[in-house]
């Protein structure tokens, strides 16, 4: 399974940015997306996760109400439309595939390799 993340960039406070990740292979093996970041010098933390029928999401609570995860399994992609942001929300965002839809980086087996997001102020 390949994981490929994309739309990323630079935005001002307040914009909005809409992330894209394209899964390719296995796929049937990621009832789970999930997407997770990390700014410089901190760890990597949960931003929100989906299930395989899209009917059960969960967020981060620093992007509940901003941020909103969806999937288009036809596609194979995941996608992490982001509103309202902050520039506490510059990081390497990164996309992952796995088994349980939660917020713990070892429910993921699979990773892409990051989109960067800048909001400046």
């Known amino acids: 399974v390949q994981l490929q993340a994309s739309g990323g960039g630079l935005v001002q406070a307040g914009g909005s940015l809409r992330l894209s990740c394209a899964a390719s292979?296995?796929?049937?093996?990621?009832?789970?997306m999930g997407w997770f970041r990390q700014a410089p010098g901190k760890e990597r933390e949960f931003v929100a996760t989906?299930?395989?029928?899209?009917?059960?999401?969960y967020y981060a609570d620093s992007v509940k109400g901003r941020f909103t995860i969806s999937r288009d399994n036809s596609k194979n992609t995941v996608y992490l439309q982001m509103s309202s942001l902050k520039p506490e929300d510059t990081a390497l965002y990164y996309c992952?595939?796995?088994?349980?839809?939660?917020?713990?980086?070892?429910?993921?087996?699979?990773w892409g390799q990051g989109t960067q997001v800048t909001v400046s102020s």
């Open positions: 989906i299930n395989w029928s899209g009917d059960s999401v």
């Open positions: 992952a595939g796995g088994s349980v839809a939660g917020s713990l980086r070892h429910y993921y087996e699979y």
């Open positions: 292979g296995r796929t049937s093996s990621m009832y789970a």
